[in-house]
């Protein structure tokens, strides 16, 4: 209570700084672009590379491993996540992306496959790095009581990530590797100009009151996480989350699948399909996410996205992989996701920890989390050979048992400020 009570003083006596809340939350929440975007790149670029370079099995899987999505993106947010509690949010959010740049570089203009290990070690690193600083600082500039509506902007960004990429992968698809250059290009030059942006952006006020606090309360380190308030809130982020990015990992063989599978789509076809599902994401984010869940029980609305999951998985369980099927499969997933897990984690990781440890308890659940992807997706083929019967069984399980630690575990902080959610876990 008494860290509460002198960072809620600092806070208020905090002097007015100039700087639009919105505009630096979008500059923070182009993390999320990026990190989409580098995802979705990468897989628009393995078929090539493979061919190009005869990748052998066991290179594709380090590829996957390793990538922005995977186990390089955990190691930065861990490396991140403590930086940024420790130095402050704009030191890291700002140089990292050229370190990001500086990755996406070896990718842009990779000739060997060593080089594109090399870039994808980079780029998830920096990703990583990036993510707990962008969502620990659009939690502190968001005004009272409309986190959520902050949050949602970084997610409809990270939608907007792959739409652009699909589509860039479609209209350069005739220029072969050229292509798939200039669309790593795009985010290259993405990250210089982010960095200039952000250069302007200010400081979290949080941060610096929560460190001039510091002097005359117990000094913030990364060992209270093991405390058992934090540990729960922990262990609770990585279950909830950590299941359902296992389907949703999965979902990436998953997907192309079920357009493969399905009326032998064309490649115009499939893109449109993917870009879609992505549109319905943000459509849901905006209109579900963030005008609702700074004012509605995050607890039920979170539960009611979860059963829309687990029934629209269920259905390519037990039913005939038809037209009408996936089509509403694709519908109803996509507008579950927008209200759902990846959006409640940003919201809630940020919620349950004090300021000094906030960043560091994101980056330790964000890379438990996508280290986790990482491991499993060595599996992914197993599993695929299995059936895709028996496959969506195992995704409706994940996505369950995600919605079952949601509901037990999810806070109930809507309408609550920062100092108020902090003053009653101390």
């Known amino acids: ?26 500059l923070a929440g182009l993390a999320n672009y990026i990190d989409a975007g580098s995802i979705v790149a990468g897989s628009a670029a393995l078929a090539l590379w493979a061919e190009l370079y005869a990748m052998s099995p066991t290179m594709i899987g380090l590829i996957g491993a390793f990538s922005a999505n995977a186990i390089s993106a955990g190691v930065g947010a861990l490396i991140g996540g403590v930086l940024c509690d420790r130095f402050g949010r704009k030191r890291i959010y700002q140089y990292d992306m050229l370190f990001y740049a500086f990755g996406m570089g070896w990718l842009t203009f990779a000739v060997a496959p060593w080089m594109i290990v090399l870039g994808f070690v980079l780029v998830g690193l920096a990703v990583g790095a990036d993510i707990p600083a962008s969502w620990s600082l659009i939690a502190e500039l968001a005004p009272q009581r409309e986190r959520a509506r902050y949050s949602g902007i970084a997610q409809m960004l990270w939608y907007l990530g792959p739409v652009v990429v699909l589509t860039l ?24 100009v982010l960095t200039l942006a952000r250069s302007r952006m200010r400081e979290s006020r949080y941060w610096e009151a929560a460190k001039a606090a510091e002097d005359h309360v117990a000094r913030a380190d990364w060992r209270q996480l093991l405390q058992p308030k934090y540990l729960k809130s922990m262990l609770f982020l990585i279950g909830m989350y950590g299941f359902w990015n296992l389907w949703a990992g999965t979902n990436g063989f998953f997907f192309p699948y ?68 996936a089509a509403v499969h694709v519908v109803v997933m996509a507008v579950a996701m927008g209200f759902g897990a990846q959006s409640f984690f940003q919201l809630w990781s940020a919620e349950l920890f004090p300021t000094l440890l906030r960043s560091t308890a994101q980056g330790v659940t964000f890379a438990v989390v996508r280290i986790g992807l990482g491991v499993f997706s060595f599996f992914v ?13 195992i ?27 902090e003053a009653e876990r101390a």
């Open 395 to 421: 995704l409706v399980g994940f996505l369950l048992v995600s919605a079952i630690i949601g509901w037990l575990g999810a806070p109930r902080n809507e309408g609550k400020s920062l100092e108020e959610i």
């Open 169 to 192: 992968g479609l209209l350069l698809a005739p220029f072969g590797l050229l292509g798939i250059r200039l669309i790593f290009a795009h985010l290259l030059v993405l990250s210089l």
């Open 1 to 26: 209570m008494q860290e509460a009570v002198a960072l809620a003083g600092v806070v208020e006596t905090e002097p007015a700084k100039t700087g639009s809340p919105m505009r630096d939350s979008i």
């Open 258 to 325: 079920i357009l493969r599978t399905v009326g032998g789509q064309s490649q115009q076809a499939s893109v449109a399909l993917q870009a879609l599902t992505f549109a319905l994401g943000m459509a849901s984010i905006w209109f579900v996410f963030m005008k609702l869940s700074d004012r509605v029980n995050q607890r039920a609305l979170f539960l009611v996205s979860a059963l829309m999951q687990v029934g629209g998985m269920t259905l390519l369980a037990v039913l005939p992989l038809t037209g009408p099927v």
């Open 381 to 393: 083929p197993l599993l695929t050979a299995t059936g895709f019967h028996m496959l969506a069984w």
